[in-house]
């Protein structure tokens, strides 16, 4: 997903963009987890989990900008760190068969809806946060 040049400057916008690109890549790889349920071997995949420690440091690479902000001489600075992505690792399910493979469709289920619940609850604080900078940005009296 693309960071949108009207809002670069709001780390708050940035933030959701970037929790919603990632729920829509644990898409993929979820998807894929259930293509994959018949093949041997297979094991299944998810991707690493955002860290909201370094999302409010400034170390997350797509939300930067968000971090603290140093107003006094006294404050201690953030601590340095590299960026995160997304992590792509394997992730056992509760059982394995046969042949070796271990995707529970039941478990890739979960996960997928409650991947989609929390992009909905994204979208719905990036519409809310674009419906008060509309309002913010409106004359008085209009």
Not at 20 to 49: C, E, H
Not at 99 to 127: C, H, I, P, T, W
């Amino acid at each position: 997903m693309t960071t949108n040049t009207a809002n670069q400057g709001i780390g708050f916008l940035n933030a959701l963009q970037s929790r919603m690109s990632w729920l829509n890549d644990r898409q993929k790889v979820v998807a894929q987890n259930v293509a994959n349920a018949s093949t041997p071997g297979f094991k299944p995949r998810d991707l690493m989990g955002q860290d909201f420690g370094k999302l409010m440091a400034g170390q997350d690479e797509a939300a930067n900008g968000l971090g603290m902000t140093m107003t006094n001489a006294m404050h201690l600075p953030s601590p340095d760190g590299g960026a995160t992505r997304a992590k792509e690792i394997v992730s056992l399910d509760s059982e394995t068969t046969m042949d070796g493979n271990s995707v529970v469709l039941e478990e890739q289920m979960l996960k997928m809806a409650e991947s989609r619940m929390q992009f909905q609850a994204a979208v719905s604080f990036y519409e809310k946060s674009m419906s008060m900078l509309r309002m913010a940005a409106k004359a008085p009296g209009k």
